[in-house]
C-alpha cells in the first residue's frame, strides 16, 4: 500500500525567505502522480502544484517549485521569496490511476506560518 | 459554478440525530470525492464516485456512512444516528476522471459539530 509522509508538523520562515517542506512517500508503482495543496486558514484546499512521475524534470508555478527524486520516492516543495499569504497548511499528495479508479493518499501536512 | 461547492458551510447537530452534506462538482467533472479531515489531520477517504460506476465505498468509517450521486453530479453524504467523533470538516472534491489530466479541485467544506 501507498504511504505519503510529511515529517515536519510545523514550520515557520521570515517573509521574503525561502522554505522547503519536505515528502517522501512509498510505492512500488512506477506510474503515478504527485501533488502539493495548500490549506489557508479559510479551508479551501488550493492545488498547488503537480508533478508526473514520468517527467524528470521538476515542475515549477511562479514562486513554488519542487524537487522531485523518483528513486528516494521524495518531493519536496521549495517556496521562495515566501509572502505572509503562504501561511497555511500544506499537504503532499499521491495520486495513482488503478483500471477507471484514482487512489489519492494525502499526507499528515505541514503548518507553515511566514513570519513579517 | 465554476468551483466545487458544498452545503451547509457548518453543521450542528446533537448526537443521534441523522445530518446530510451536500456536494457540487465542477461541470463536466466525473471523478467526485468524499473526505473527512479531523482537528490536526489529514485528509482520510471516505468514497469516490466516477461516472456510472459502482462506487469505491472502502474508507467509510461504519455502515452509519453512506453517499449517493444523482445523475453524476451533486453528491449527498448521509451520516446516520451522528456520534461526536464523527466531528470534523467534510471535503468534497471533484476531477475529470481522466488519468492524464487529473486533478482534484475542492470544496470549502462542511464542519460538523456534533454536540
Known amino acids: 500500500a501507498q504511504t505519503v509522509t510529511q515529517s515536519q508538523p510545523e514550520m515557520s520562515v521570515q517573509e521574503a525567505e525561502t522554505v522547503t517542506l519536505s515528502c517522501t512517500y512509498d510505492?512500488?508503482?512506477?506510474?503515478?502522480?504527485l501533488f502539493w495543496y495548500k490549506q489557508p486558514p479559510s479551508r479551501q484546499m488550493i492545488l498547488v502544484i503537480r508533478?508526473?512521475?514520468?517527467?524528470?524534470q521538476n515542475a515549477t508555478e511562479n514562486r513554488f517549485s519542487v524537487n522531485f527524486q523518483k528513486a528516494a520516492k521524495s518531493f519536496s516543495l521549495k517556496i521562495s521569496d515566501s509572502q505572509l499569504g503562504d501561511t497555511a497548511m500544506y499537504f503532499c499528495?499521491?495520486?495513482?490511476?488503478?483500471?477507471?479508479?484514482?487512489?489519492?493518499?494525502f499526507g499528515t501536512g505541514t503548518r507553515l506560518k511566514v513570519l513579517a | 459554478g465554476a468551483g466545487v461547492s458544498q452545503s451547509p458551510s457548518n453543521k450542528v447537530t446533537e448526537k443521534g440525530k441523522d445530518v446530510e452534506l451536500r456536494c457540487d462538482p465542477i461541470?463536466?467533472?466525473?471523478?467526485l470525492y468524499w473526505y473527512r479531515q479531523s482537528l490536526g489531520q489529514g485528509l482520510e477517504f471516505l468514497i469516490y464516485?466516477?461516472?456510472?460506476?459502482?462506487?469505491?465505498k472502502s474508507g467509510l468509517p461504519s455502515d452509519r456512512f453512506s453517499a449517493e450521486r444523482t445523475g453524476g453530479s451533486v453528491s449527498t453524504l448521509t451520516i446516520q444516528r451522528t456520534q461526536q467523533e464523527d466531528s470534523a470538516v467534510y471535503l468534497c472534491?471533484?476531477?475529470?476522471?481522466?488519468?492524464?489530466?487529473?486533478?482534484?479541485?475542492f470544496g470549502p467544506g462542511t464542519r460538523l459539530t456534533v454536540l
Open positions: 499528495a499521491f495520486m495513482k490511476a488503478y483500471s477507471g479508479t484514482y487512489k489519492y493518499i
Open positions: 510505492t512500488s508503482e512506477s506510474n503515478y502522480y
Open positions: 461541470s463536466g467533472h466525473t471523478a
Open positions: 472534491a471533484s476531477s475529470l476522471g481522466q488519468t492524464s489530466t487529473d486533478t482534484q479541485y
Open positions: 508533478q508526473e512521475a514520468y517527467k524528470q
Open positions: 464516485f466516477q461516472g456510472n460506476s459502482a462506487p469505491d
